[in-house]
């Protein structure tokens, strides 16, 4: 893949940047989240002292990105795993779809209902 196809994916907000937001907005200390970007697409990892709850976490996560204003064409994947795991014990895929390129807000999709 060239520079240019992977700038033309790429969040508008660098994965660092997007983590520190979403941590901010998220309203606990117990969780973090941490924002990685590869291959072309958004990777979300929620990790705590214990496993977080998808049931909770992804509607969350969801509402979150709507706070932040996130606008990519980039899948988007949420991941949970309990602090020193290696591997998530849960994923989910998440899409946002705009009607249309200048609308304001984004609709956020997921497999499971947000």
């Not at 940047?17 to 606990?28: D, I």
Request: proline share 7%; charged share 15%; hydrophobic share 40%.
């Amino acid at each position: 893949m060239s520079t240019h196809d992977s700038a033309s994916i790429a969040p508008p907000v660098s994965p660092a940047a997007l983590t520190t937001a979403l941590n901010e907005h998220s309203g606990t200390k117990r969780f973090r989240m941490i924002v990685c970007q590869g291959n072309g697409e958004l990777r979300i990892f929620v990790e705590g002292a214990t496993l977080p709850n998808k049931a909770q976490w992804l509607p969350k996560v969801c509402q979150l990105l709507r706070q932040v204003g996130l606008k990519t064409t980039a899948p988007i994947y949420l991941y949970g795993r309990q602090v020193g795991d290696i591997l998530p014990r849960w994923q989910q895929r998440l899409a946002l779809n705009s009607a249309s390129g200048n609308q304001a807000t984004a609709r956020i999709k997921a497999t499971l209902p947000c």
